[in-house]
């Protein structure tokens, strides 16, 4: 066996162990606002009932709630186009096999009151961001000035004044 049949042999292994193993998901949404809120929470129970028909498991969410969004979207519903300003957003992470997604994706896109939606794979428990630590090191000594190590002389007076008129006559 060749080593390029090898690496096909671990490609498939690897693709069927995936299919083996449920996959952990996050799924976020926006429900436009033609509803109230009352509603958007009803539909994410509806989808979190849909996720457990396709024997998934909820595993953490956030509620919907009303953000306004940075641009306007629109959603042509009825041969008709609505502008959104403001929409429900939630998210709901749940664990699901890789071929049941795609039933999900499909029922998240014939919804008429999802404006849009993402579905991305993720780890069980996200780690933490680690903290940047900047270590800043600021030397602070003491700073003293030069101990002068001779004995202070009492200062002449004459032969200070003398030093000084050589100096400037020079």
Do not use: C
Not at 27 to 44: G, H, M, P, R
Not at 73 to 81: C, G, I, L, P, Q
Not at 153 to 170: I, R
């Amino acid at each position: 066996m060749s080593a390029m049949e090898k690496e096909v042999d671990k490609q498939e292994i690897s693709l069927d162990s995936l299919l083996d193993k449920p996959q952990l998901y996050e799924v976020s949404y926006l429900f436009t606002s033609n509803i109230s809120e009352e509603d958007a929470q009803k539909e994410v129970e509806i989808l979190k009932e849909r996720i457990t028909q396709e024997e998934g498991t909820i595993l953490d969410g956030v509620l919907p709630k009303v953000i306004t969004l940075a641009y306007p979207m629109s959603k042509m519903v009825a041969n008709k186009r609505k502008i959104h300003d403001t929409a429900y957003f939630g998210w709901i992470k749940i664990e699901l096999f890789q071929d049941k997604i795609d039933i999900v994706k499909s029922y998240l896109d014939a919804h008429t009151n999802v404006l849009r939606h993402l579905i991305i794979k993720t780890v069980k428990e996200a780690p933490a961001p680690k903290k940047r630590t900047t270590i800043k090191k600021i030397l602070t000594r003491d700073v003293k000035p030069a101990e002068i190590q001779e004995e202070k002389k009492p200062v002449d007076d004459e032969k200070l004044d003398k030093e000084l008129e050589e100096l400037l006559t020079a």
